[in-house]
């Protein structure tokens, strides 16, 4: 299977540094973002099997204008690609408390979370390992899949399928050929071994 990972064009919440992980912040693309899409779209394959959308608004624009291209092509916004839940830290800046909760998570900490009500690593990465589970069964091994998603969530994937490229850029996209699902399985059966602290 092949994989396409695309990043969302430049948003209003990329322009003015906000974290946007809800709807009601309503970050929409910028015209440079627009633009970056149009762009990316040119690039990407003649043939596209299915397409995977985050759920906020600046990725549905950004499926609407490949759509335009692969207007056969069946579309399913998947609310596991959505944006980090940041909690208390939704709709602010970026500060000291948040890179210090990133280093914990680098650090071997899947229990930290963003904020009141926010996520931590292993609710995250239990979401994006059970989609990737899902699309390598949903799919037959010859097909071409684009998820449209946020730049960290599409860092998470492809940590979770050992794939070592740099951060995605908005509006850009990634390919991959004969994508081996077999990390999504090992990272899912380890992720099962954790428990929570509440368990």
Same mark, same amino acid.
């Given at each position: 299977?092949?994989?396409?990972?695309?990043? @969302?064009?430049?948003?209003?919440?990329?322009?003015?540094?906000?974290?946007?992980?809800?709807?009601?912040?309503?970050? +929409?693309?910028?015209?440079? &973002?627009?633009?970056?899409?149009?762009?990316?779209?040119?690039?990407?394959?003649?043939?596209?099997?299915?397409?995977?959308?985050?759920?906020?608004?600046?990725?549905?624009?950004?499926? @609407?204008?490949?759509?335009?291209? #692969?207007?056969?092509?069946?579309? +399913? +916004?998947?609310?596991?690609?959505?944006?980090?839940?940041?909690?208390?830290?939704? $709709?602010?800046?970026?500060?000291?408390?948040?890179?210090?909760?990133?280093?914990?998570?680098?650090? $071997?900490?899947?229990?930290?979370?963003? &904020?009141?009500?926010?996520?931590?690593?292993?609710?995250?990465?239990?979401?994006?390992?059970?989609?990737?589970?899902?699309?390598?069964?949903?799919?037959?091994?010859?097909? !071409?899949?684009?998820?449209?998603?946020?730049?960290?969530?599409?860092?998470?994937?492809?940590?979770?399928?050992?794939?070592?490229?740099? @951060?995605?850029?908005?509006?850009?996209?990634?390919?991959?050929?004969?994508?081996?699902? !077999?990390?999504?399985?090992? @990272?899912?059966?380890?992720?099962? !071994? #954790?428990?929570?602290?509440?368990?």
């Amino acid at each position: 299977m092949n994989l396409i990972f695309m990043r @969302h064009g430049e948003a209003t919440n990329n322009k003015e540094e906000f974290f946007s992980d809800k709807e009601i912040y309503w970050s +929409i693309l910028t015209e440079k &973002g627009i633009k970056e899409v149009k762009d990316s779209i040119n690039l990407l394959p003649k043939n596209i099997d299915k397409i995977y959308v985050s759920p906020l608004p600046r990725t549905i624009e950004t499926a @609407h204008l490949v759509y335009e291209k #692969y207007k056969t092509t069946e579309v +399913i +916004i998947d609310n596991r690609l959505r944006e980090i839940n940041y909690g208390k830290y939704s $709709g602010k800046k970026n500060n000291e408390e948040l890179d210090n909760i990133r280093l914990q998570q680098i650090n $071997g900490d899947y229990f930290t979370k963003f &904020g009141d009500y926010g996520e931590n690593k292993f609710e995250i990465e239990l979401r994006l390992s059970t989609f990737l589970k899902d699309i390598s069964t949903e799919n037959s091994s010859n097909s !071409t899949i684009l998820i449209i998603s946020h730049g960290s969530i599409t860092s998470y994937m492809k940590r979770i399928l050992n794939l070592k490229t740099p @951060h995605i850029k908005t509006g850009k996209i990634e390919e991959f050929i004969d994508i081996d699902f !077999t990390p999504v399985l090992i @990272h899912l059966n380890k992720l099962n !071994t #954790y428990q929570t602290p509440n368990n």
